[in-house]
């Protein structure tokens, strides 16, 4: 199984920033691309109008949140703080020996994207976002391929998460709770 394979410090260090800097090259070349392009607020349509491709510059984070601050709170909000979110969270990954795989894998996705987006706000002082769904009853803001890496990781680590307390729950005898172990579980009298 995945997750109880045992990679040396280095395969998982070089795992690790692999991960990661395929994430951030495919959101970094996606971007390059619109830059180049497409026109600000341009619209094309890939898919009717349901899946549009356009170029916004998004000061802000999710949904321009933090758009109209000060620039010099912008920064430490936007660029200085993430970053350091972003360096703890890759020496985790990277090195700490109590994290499941299907985690790591998880949480790379997160901290490509995460760098991703930074990269921009670095550079180019926003985020280009130039992908639009509109399926009716769901329908997105304008994102961008850091934007899916994040969420990838994200709802991949929630699902491992969910069945991994289901797998744990069903292992559990009936009237025992997460917390208590009968004495055949523990090998204990």
């Given at each position: 199984m995945l997750r109880k394979m045992q990679l040396?410090?280095?395969?998982?260090?070089?795992?690790?920033?692999?991960?990661?800097?395929?994430?951030?090259?495919?959101?970094?070349?996606?971007?390059?691309?619109?830059?180049?392009?497409?026109?600000?607020?341009?619209?094309?349509?890939l898919i009717g109008e349901n899946f549009i491709l356009t170029k916004v510059e998004n000061t802000g984070a999710f949904l321009s949140a933090g758009s109209g601050l000060s620039p010099a709170l912008r920064k430490v909000t936007l660029v200085i703080l993430p970053g350091i979110v972003m360096l703890l969270l890759l020496g985790m990954v990277a090195f700490r020996d109590k994290i499941e795989t299907p985690v790591i894998f998880f949480m790379c996705f997160m901290i490509g994207g995460g760098i991703g987006n930074l990269i921009d706000r670095?550079?180019?002082?926003?985020?280009?976002?130039?992908l639009h769904i509109d399926l009716g009853l769901v329908r997105t803001g304008v994102f961008n391929m850091a934007d899916m890496s994040i969420m990838f990781g994200g709802i991949g680590i929630l699902i491992y998460s969910w069945r991994q307390k289901a797998k744990q729950k069903a292992e559990e005898k009936p009237g025992e709770t997460s917390g208590e172990k009968s004495e055949e579980n523990t090998g204990e009298l």
């Open positions: 040396s410090k280095l395969a998982r260090l070089a795992l690790v920033l692999g991960i990661v800097m395929i994430n951030v090259g495919c959101d970094q070349i996606t971007k390059s691309i619109v830059r180049e392009k497409i026109d600000e607020y341009e619209q094309i349509e670095v550079a180019y002082g926003s985020v280009t976002d130039f």
